[in-house]
């Protein structure tokens, strides 16, 4: 690895003309080593995982690429894409970001970011007071010198370490980030990038390199981070409810159901409806004089929607149920956002299966329409219709069964009844009485 000290425009410049084709770059505000060799970390590396929001992060990130033009299938959503929505959106992953453009490199290298905690007191649709909890970024100019890297590519294909060009996700309509920083991403690592493949480190003024940023026309941040106007991605992840936490406070405070940095937050004093906030409920402990009324409901963490499979496992503990009733529901403490239809405020919430004769079920959506802060409405979706005498169940076409072409709404709410079969073999399901039961992790 060559080190080089840079204190001139020119010189910047006859270097990255050196190291073009077959080259990717990356800016640092400061260089860490480890064990004496250079040390570029995966985010995870620096800052764990939390499997639970990694579960819920990885539903979204292959839900909004699915929506906006991705593979047909969820699970057929590939692992370097979904990690980009993860790594770009404000998450972490097991890849090291780099980029095609030495101009993009230059602007992360002079620039430091910074983050904070800011409470928005708004008037919900009642005009009742609320605090709404953000996590507002920016970038400011870094003073002194500051670092840049140049990995050679062929170098890392040598290690077998792949590289994913993000650039190739562009959608049709607007800038999705990583398309506007010219990403890619080295991955999957354990831990961090091989310094064998860093052919250069500059140690650079980071007043030369805001000229040469600037050269590229970086001049703002918005040309990195394009707005939610313009990023239909970030957009849809800004749409996720609101969750209500805590309960000793003047006013109900929420926080975004992702934990989105934001580098536009705006104040709006009174809320639109489209800004969901959600205070737990349960459909449970209302469903008198509705269809529900008789028929058991099983609650369910909401992490059981995101810890899906594609797969139809046998539901021998379904089928005891259904051997004793017309129907149940499973219903989660939480309630998920489909970013098919953003402008929807219809959100899941759970299953519900139904008898429809002979040994034919429906597997129906549950969903509640939520403006705003409040509960509008409850129903159900049209469901696929499955014949519950093989095993595993199968699909059949049938004339009540959902036309919508979605299939990955169907296949996740499928899912919910694998993970129902599971937790009652797994004697995670507390008894409340005879229509009510709930799993060990669910407060109330």
């Known amino acids: ?122 008037e919900d649709l009642d005009e009742r007071g609320v605090w709404l909890v953000h996590k507002e970024a920016e970038f400011s100019p870094k003073e002194g010198v500051a670092h840049l890297y140049i990995i050679d590519t062929l170098v890392l294909a040598s ?44 140690t650079v003024s980071c007043e030369v390199l805001k000229e040469y940023y600037e050269l590229g026309g970086y001049d703002t941040v918005e040309k990195l981070f ?26 109900p405070t929420y926080r975004r159901g992702l934990d989105l940095p934001e580098y536009d937050a705006v104040y709006r004093k009174r809320l639109p409806s489209d800004v969901v906030l959600y205070t737990k409920m349960w459909i449970a402990d209302k469903r008198e004089s509705s269809i529900f009324e008789k028929i058991p409901f099983y609650k369910m963490p909401e992490l059981m929607y995101y810890c899906n499979s594609a797969e139809i496992d046998s539901l021998s503990e379904i089928d005891k149920i259904l051997s004793n009733h017309d129907g149940f529901v499973v219903e989660l403490n939480g309630i998920i956002h489909i970013p098919e239809n953003p402008d929807s405020l219809e959100f899941e919430k759970g299953v519900y299966v139904r008898k429809i004769g002979g040994s034919l079920v429906s597997v ?26 093989t095993t595993p169940w199968t699909r059949v076409s049938h004339e009540q069964e959902c036309p919508c072409n979605n299939d990955i709404r169907h296949t996740l709410q499928f899912s919910l009844l694998n993970r129902l079969n599971e937790s009652l073999c797994d004697n995670e399901m507390r008894k409340v009485d005879s229509l009510n039961y709930i799993h060990k992790e669910i407060d109330n």
């Open 1 to 122: 690895m060559k080190e080089l000290i840079v204190s001139a425009l020119k010189d910047l410049e006859d270097v990255f003309a050196l190291y073009g084709e077959g080259y990717l770059y990356r800016g640092q505000n400061h260089h860490y080593l480890k064990n004496g060799n250079v040390s570029i970390s995966t985010s995870f590396s620096r800052q764990g995982c939390i499997p639970p929001q990694m579960l819920k992060w990885s539903h979204y990130a292959r839900s909004v690429i699915r929506a906006f033009g991705g593979p047909t299938n969820y699970h057929d959503v590939e692992l370097e894409f979904s990690q980009a929505v993860l790594q770009h959106y404000g998450w972490r992953s097991f890849y090291v970001d780099l980029t095609k453009s030495a101009y993009v490199a230059c602007w992360f290298a002079a620039n430091k970011y910074e983050e904070r905690r800011t409470i928005h007191t708004c």
């Open 159 to 202: 290690l077998n370490v792949k590289v994913h060009d993000l650039t190739v996700l562009a959608g049709d309509e607007g800038i999705l980030r990583y398309s506007a920083q010219q990403a890619c991403l080295a991955g999957h690592l354990d831990d961090v990038l091989p310094a064998q493949s860093i052919a250069v480190h500059l």
């Open 226 to 251: 394009p707005n939610r106007k313009d990023d239909f991605l970030y957009n849809s992840l800004l749409h996720i409810p609101w969750e209500r936490f805590g309960t000793e406070t003047i006013f």
């Open 364 to 389: 129906e959506g549950l969903y509640v329409e939520h403006p705003g802060h409040m509960v509008q409405g409850i129903g159900t979706f049209q469901g696929w219709i499955y014949d519950s005498s």
